[in-house]
């Protein structure tokens, strides 16, 4: 992608209402623009992050066992009236109704719609274990939106919903979801930790929320620093085996970790002092088991191998993938802007031409952006005649994790330099080292 041809709006100036630093480093490197109040559109650069975001996501969820659907974002008042939520769920819902004066509301969540789905087809135990989940907008009116996407009223959710025969099976699911999770956050660059959370207005007993260590986190957290050092599950974990997920599980629920409504004095006066990590904290996914709480109003229930019908146990699982990019963003920056990790990262490279015109320097780029993309890599190659103090800026902005720097001393001698955004070494590579490398696909 040739950056004169992109549409890459950059603030030189630091946005006044962006109180931190994700909200304001997404307006500065154009990601996002915001239309009203707690509602964003995603500008290119910022659309590229949330579809990784997203893809990775997918990816964990799929190899979790978890089936992709996608369901309405307006919904019916009258699903929600069977659960009896429509009346407790108070201002966060936006109500809204059609030309036939149909009470609809945009969905905060959608436990009632796909228990709903649920019942029309499943009749047995054999069906089961199910696990249906979806990406989809959400709309919560929040009282107090703010940090841009990191709490705004219209924000993209992965929300999962598992179906089970009885408590155990219902357990073994919420284990994977919550192993798939681990995975997730981690392959993202990320380090969340699992702690035991309130289950709110969804309700149910069991539920832990995965929070990202952040000084501009919302919730105060409480934590064994034993975490910072667990291993994450790998890709081979095998989600079939109930007793291995249950374990890791195990593993990741033993050391202290609370969020402040959770907190409990006692228990947290027994960690060892210097382990002690008491900080803020993003939360980035939640999961719930919830038993019968929407099976048994709803009557989605099957036939037992007892031949006797029971109601399914329920949970629910949520991810943001939305307030994930401005968590990332929180979790890996420096003073001048962004630093993706590689997994999330708009492009891999960024191709800057010191001399556009200069036909030596336009042939080099044109070689390098062509071999980046044939080994596989995307690149966005800054073709623009801003002055180079202008081109490092902005490169250093946006994040990308290479920039490979092409000037006419350099074209001349075959060579270019190569710079690791993250740490900021450069180092001067030959060409057809450079170009070996990729044919090589390393
Ligand atoms: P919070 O306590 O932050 O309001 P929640 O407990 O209401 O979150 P859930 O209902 O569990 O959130 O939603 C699942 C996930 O959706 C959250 O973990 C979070 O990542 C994301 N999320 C929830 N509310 C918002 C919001 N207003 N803006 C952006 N993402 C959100
Ligand atoms: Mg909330």
Redesign the pocket.
């Known amino acids: 992608m040739r950056l004169s041809h992109y549409f890459l709006p950059i603030l030189k100036e630091n946005p006044r209402e962006a109180e931190i630093v994700s909200h304001r480093l997404m307006l500065r490197a154009g990601m996002i623009r915001q239309q009203a109040a ?1 509602s964003f559109s995603w500008l290119p650069l910022g659309k590229r992050v949330l579809d990784n975001v997203v893809q990775i996501i997918r990816e964990e969820q799929n190899r979790a066992g978890a089936l992709e659907i996608i369901m309405p974002t307006i919904q019916s008042a009258d699903l929600w009236r069977e659960s009896g939520r429509y009346d407790d769920y108070g201002k966060e819902m936006l109500r809204i109704k059609d030309r036939h004066e149909r009470d609809m509301l945009y969905g ?2 959608n436990e009632e719609m796909v228990t709903e789905i649920f019942r029309a087809y499943v009749r047995s135990y054999k069906d089961l274990p199910l696990n249906l989940y979806h990406i989809q907008w ?1 709309f ?1 009116d ?1 009282v107090r ?1 703010r940090f841009g ?5 219209e ?3 992965k ?1 999962a919903y598992s179906f089970d025969l009885d408590y155990e099976s219902a357990r073994a699911a919420y284990n994977r979801m919550f192993v798939s999770y681990l995975r997730t956050f981690t392959r993202m660059g990320l380090q969340a930790i699992p702690m035991r ?1 309130d289950t ?3 309700g149910g007993d069991l539920s832990h ?2 929070i990202i260590l952040a000084d501009t986190g ?2 105060a957290v409480f934590c064994d620093r034993e975490f910072l050092a667990l291993p994450v599950p790998g890709a081979d974990t095998n989600f079939s085996d109930d007793a291995e997920i249950a374990g890791i599980v195990e593993e990741w629920t033993r050391p202290y970790a609370a969020t402040d409504d959770m907190h409990e004095e006692a228990a947290w006066a027994k960690v060892p002092e210097p382990e002690r990590l008491s900080a803020r904290g993003i ?4 999961i ?1 088991h919830f038993g019968e709480k929407y099976s048994k109003p709803m009557g989605a229930s099957v036939t037992g191998p007892d031949g006797k019908e029971h109601f399914v146990s329920g949970g629910s699982y ?3 993938p ?3 990019v401005a968590a990332i963003i929180e979790a890996s920056h420096d003073e001048n802007g962004i630093i993706w990790p590689e997994a999330v990262a708009p492009f891999h490279v960024m191709l800057i031409n010191m001399k556009p015109g200069d036909s030596a320097c336009d042939a080099l780029c044109e070689k390098l952006q062509a071999a980046y993309e044939k080994a596989g890599r995307e690149v966005l190659y800054d073709d623009t005649d801003q002055r180079a103090g202008a081109k490092f800026a902005t490169a250093d902005l946006i994040g990308i994790p290479w920039q490979v720097i092409v000037g006419p001393r350099g074209a001349a001698e075959g060579t270019v330099e190569v710079k690791k955004r993250a740490t900021g070494e450069r180092d001067v590579k030959k060409v057809d080292e450079l170009l070996a490398m990729l044919e090589k696909g390393a």
């Open positions: 707690g905060p969540t959400k919560r929040e939106p996407v990191m709490r705004s009223r924000f993209l959710m929300d959370a709110g207005p969804i929320e995965f919302e919730s939360e980035v996914g939640h719930f949520g991810i943001g939305s307030r994930l």
